[in-house]
């Protein structure tokens, strides 16, 4: 954030400057995590850009219902292998344009070597990092997902990234967090790889730093991290994907 109002990064400080969603009119795109957070944020936006919703989550609410969806599949659970292979089989109305794997989950305590939750360190990583291959996988392996014109959008997180832990960690902590964002990160590499033969690209996004539920811990830091609304979180993600590439998959 800092670096970016010292260059005067207008994608970054003013999104709206460089967003054009109209590319969005007609497209058909599942979205993981759509009843609340960016999930919601991105299903308000592609809705009002002429786009249709496919919503994935565990259950419904009401500003997701608002939105009229052109299908919502609820009672998915990420971690859960035989839900996840019930989702192509409750999807309808065709192939998908895009599918962005959004939801996830963060454990609220900060953990640090005396606080360690191992069993919500393996939740992190099972829901943000498998959760995403379970869902991807059933679309492909189902048809939903077409050669030479679907896109996987993953939305993760610079917290999977391991260089930048000395930066943003200097004393560590929140280990099951950043573990579970790495390995989102490398899941979603060995993704687009195999994805090329297909022709479908893979793009791995970070957000920024949206004001949601999930962050709410970090409130107190918000306004000094340039934490945004999700409204313009979800706008910086469609951006990204309207230059979904072969050229920069992965």
Not at 211 to 222: E, L, N, P, V
């Amino acid at each position: 954030f800092a670096r970016a109002k010292e260059e005067n990064n207008e994608r970054y400080l003013n999104i709206e400057s460089v967003y054009d969603g109209s590319y969005l009119k007609g497209k058909r795109v599942a979205i993981t995590g759509a009843n609340r957070g960016i999930g919601l944020a991105l299903a308000k936006e592609l809705v009002a850009n002429g786009g249709k919703l496919v919503a994935i989550c565990r259950s419904s609410s009401d500003e997701l219902e608002a939105l009229n969806p052109d299908e919502i599949v609820t009672g998915i659970e990420l971690t859960s292998d035989e839900g996840c292979e019930t989702i192509a089989s409750q999807i309808k109305n065709g192939p998908l344009d895009i599918l962005i794997n959004n939801a996830g989950y963060f454990y609220e305590p900060e953990e640090k070597v005396d606080s360690m939750n191992f069993k919500e360190q393996m939740k992190m990583i099972d829901i943000c990092a498998v959760g995403p291959l379970r869902i991807s996988a059933n679309l492909f392996n189902n048809g939903l997902l077409k050669d030479g014109e679907s896109s996987v959008i993953m939305i993760t997180s610079q917290g999977g990234s391991v260089s930048w832990r000395t930066v943003q960690n200097p004393d560590g902590g929140d280990y099951g967090h950043h573990m579970s964002k790495s390995a989102a990160n490398m899941g979603s590499v060995l993704l687009s790889q195999e994805f090329k033969k297909n022709n479908i690209p893979v793009l791995i996004l970070h957000p920024g730093f949206n004001k949601t539920g999930m962050t709410a811990k970090y409130a107190h830091i918000w306004e000094v991290e340039g934490a945004v609304d999700a409204s313009v979180g979800a706008k910086r993600v469609f951006h990204e994907i309207s230059h979904a590439t072969m050229e920069n998959t992965g």
